[in-house]
Every structure is written in structure tokens, then in C-alpha cells.
């Protein structure tokens, strides 16, 4: 039993110190990454074995959070006993689209569970997903519960109403001062790099040929030499294009792929 036991341990390390190495790398091919935010990284893959690869984490505006998909991965590793959801009429307004879902979590039969709230309207949800707030609102409440049943402290994306760059109401705009050349936000608003990056990551583009394509969109020689105006005008570009024909737009990024030298 003791030999199965430390085989069974040497397997999980082996296995965690790979992942780690894999996130790392996958994580420096994506961003620019601070000590403090590697870091993090690593002792969340040590943790709760989460994958960069697997779309598990992401990175926005320089801090981690953690996905459904990731947040289900981990739940069934654990072998969670179930996911009761349910409708909190009350707080409710199909009128207006407004939601609002209760998630108990069972991570094994004789429990009390773990229970979390979740609200959508259009407010807070992106015009991609107009009409579907009723599933948002129960995604969000289901990760919520998750996080409480694994003692995960990240927030999860599908929580994040600013995400969704929802309009403010009538009267209520306001024009902020851009400075040129610069993809960043001070507004409140997410950055264009962030927003780019859950695009690829949701849709599993190719970041390279993304950024191929996004240079060319915007008739600069890289990405970064673009106005903020240009690189927010190819969001928007792109968030329709995966929308409405992701295969066309996959041919597209094809197009701007190097080709591979064949050594004779």
C-alpha cells in the first residue's frame, strides 16, 4: 500500500511540475508577464491544477481569473456530487431581461452544499449575448458557488459585468480623453489588449496570426504602432467576424500564417 501510495504521489508531482512548466510557457507567449503575476500563476496551477492551455485562466488587466470551463474541470476532478440551480423569481423582470439564479454546489451526497447568487440584465451583459441573460445569470451563480466549494479566491470572467462593454444609459455618455497612440483605458474600461485576449482565448484563435491580422487591418507594420482608435475599430471587427462566420474568419487568419521551409 505505502509503494502505491508513493507512486501515486511521485505521478502527481511529476504531473504538476509539467503543467506548471506548460502554463509558463504558454503563458509567455501570450503576455509580458510581472514576477508577482508569475508567481500567481504557478501557485495556482500547484493548487487547483488550472491549464493556460485549456483556457482555465485568463489574464486581464494584469490580474488572473479563472473561467467556467476551468471551474467545471476542476469540480469534476474532484468528483463533485451535483449543481442544484434554481429561479429567484423575486429579484426577477422578464420585462426588462432581468435574472437572477441561486447555485448550490454538492461536493459529495450528505452535505449542505455551497450555495452562490448570480444576476444578468443588459446592463451588465455583452450585446453578443442579447436575449440569453437567463443562462448568463445562471453561469454566473454556478461559478460563484463553485468558487465557494473549492476555495478558489479569483473571480471568474463570466462575473465581470465591465467585460461586456454594455453602452450607458441614454444621457448618461460620456466622451473620455484618449491619448493618441495608446491602447490602454482610463475609464473605468477594460484594455483593447485585455478585450483582444478574451476574444482569442473564447473563440481558441491563434494569437500570432490574430496579431498578423490586426496589423494589416490597421496598415501598420506591428499591432503596437496603432492608434488606439484603429487596434478598438478591429475589436469590433473581429468580435463580429467570430460571430457570424468563425470558419471564414479561421481561412483569414490561415492566410497570414508563414510558410514553413522544407529542408532538402
Known sequence: MRVKQRLECVRTKNFLHALTLQNIRFAH?????????????KSLTQEFQLSLALADLT??????????????RLANRNRCAGIKTRLVRQFCDPESSRWVFCATVYKFR??????????????NTSPLVRGAEMRVAETRAVNRALRKAYGIGLCSVEELGWLTNSPCPAGEKTQPVKPPNSNGSSNGQPKLRDRLCVLIRQHNLDPILVKAYAADFCGTPTLKEASRELVESFVSHLATCVKENRDGLVCKLNSYAQPVAVKL
Open 59 to 72: 489574464l486581464l488587466d494584469g490580474k488572473w481569473y479563472v473561467t467556467h470551463s476551468g471551474l467545471m
Open 29 to 41: 507567449r501570450s503576455w509580458a508577464l510581472s514576477v508577482d503575476q508569475m508567481k500567481n500563476l
Open 110 to 123: 450528505p452535505s449542505k452544499g455551497f450555495m452562490g447568487f448570480g444576476d444578468a440584465d443588459p446592463t
